[in-house]
């Protein structure tokens, strides 16, 4: 009996150590499957970064003056950077220089201008501006900006409550959204007034270099809007208020009834209020509830109904 048991445990041990083979699959399944614990894979080493250090010639430093050092200053000047568009390769350039290389970990961090800065600078500028200005959903903030040459083609003047005798235009969708808001806002007892619509690149720039004279540029940057950077450049925003206010653009507008009515009904329209109380670290802008933009209903209702700002409703923070 004994040697019979041996016998059979060899068969048993020959038969499972041939199961994987194709000619002899065991007759049951077995009914539980064995639990095999995941083998945690080890981590592959990282191999480590290779950075080249920018090593490439300096092309301009402090007190030079050349034509090419122009369009790194426009694009210095587009990025937020405080800079004059002097062909001078001044001092306020040398740190806006040094201050963009900081932001790019393969320039070694100094206001000289090489190559490569150079080519960082202009093809960082060129990545940021808008390609398609017409769509409705276009996004002209901080980050990115409209050419300056920009101009919708199908400016109108809305037929509505005017502040300035020069009726000011807005695009066609967005004036006809505009005139059905403020009709219906009539028919509850609220009169709203259009102040401002499209502006041009050039009238934006007069604006903000007065607000810097004003407030120096920091400050400036914080309310008013940099030419190419203002959605009134795109002709879809709209900067309206009301009696009750005096028809100021003022942040009191947003607790005045029109106000109100606004910010509850604006999207039924096709339009949001672009800056809102909590987003100024997402829209870089103070609180604006003067402020319209127009992107049409369907956009204005999904924006109104997520609570969340253009840039979050775009993917673009
Ligand atoms: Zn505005």
């Not at 004059?84 to 932001?103: C, G, N, P, Q, R």
């Not at 806002?185 to 499209?198: H, Q």
Request: aromatic share 10%.
């Amino acid at each position: 009996m004994k040697k019979m048991g041996i016998v059979l445990l060899l068969a048993l041990v020959f038969l499972s150590g041939c199961s994987r083979g194709e000619t002899s699959k065991p007759t049951v399944e077995p009914t539980e499957p064995a639990v095999v614990e995941p083998v945690e894979p080890e981590p592959e080493p990282e191999p480590s970064p290779v950075m080249v250090m920018d090593e490439s010639p300096v092309v301009f430093q402090i007190g030079d003056e050349a034509e090419e050092i122009l369009p790194v200053q426009q694009a210095l000047y587009l990025m937020n950077y405080d800079v004059d568009e002097t062909s001078i390769y001044d001092e306020k350039t040398e740190a806006a220089v040094l201050a963009f290389k900081l932001t790019q970990e393969d320039l070694i961090p100094n206001g000289e201008c090489t190559e490569w800065t150079q080519e960082r600078i202009l093809s960082e500028a060129e990545r940021r501006s808008i390609n398609e200005p017409d769509s409705l959903l276009v996004l002209a903030n901080k980050t990115y900006y409209l050419a300056a040459d920009y101009v919708p083609e199908d400016l109108v003047q809305p037929d509505v409550f005017n502040y300035y005798e020069d009726k000011r235009e807005l695009r066609a969708p967005a004036a006809e959204a505009l005139e059905i808001l403020f009709t219906a806002a009539e028919e509850e007892g609220y009169k709203l007034v259009f102040r401002s619509g499209f502006r041009s690149y050039d009238i934006q720039k007069i604006i903000f270099e007065r607000k810097v004279k004003e407030r120096g540029f920091e400050a400036a940057n914080q309310v008013s809007a940099k030419p190419g950077q203002s959605e009134h450049q795109t002709g879809l925003a709209a900067d309206i208020t009301s009696w009750s206010v005096k028809n100021a653009l003022d942040e009191a507008f947003g607790e005045t009834p029109e106000g109100i009515w606004v910010a509850e009904n604006a999207h039924l329209f096709g339009f949001i209020i672009r800056y809102q109380i909590d987003t100024v670290n997402i829209t870089k802008y103070q609180y604006e509830p003067w402020h319209l933009r127009y992107v049409g209903i369907e956009d204005a209702t999904r924006i109104y109904e997520a609570g969340v700002t253009l840039e979050e409703y775009l993917g673009e923070i």
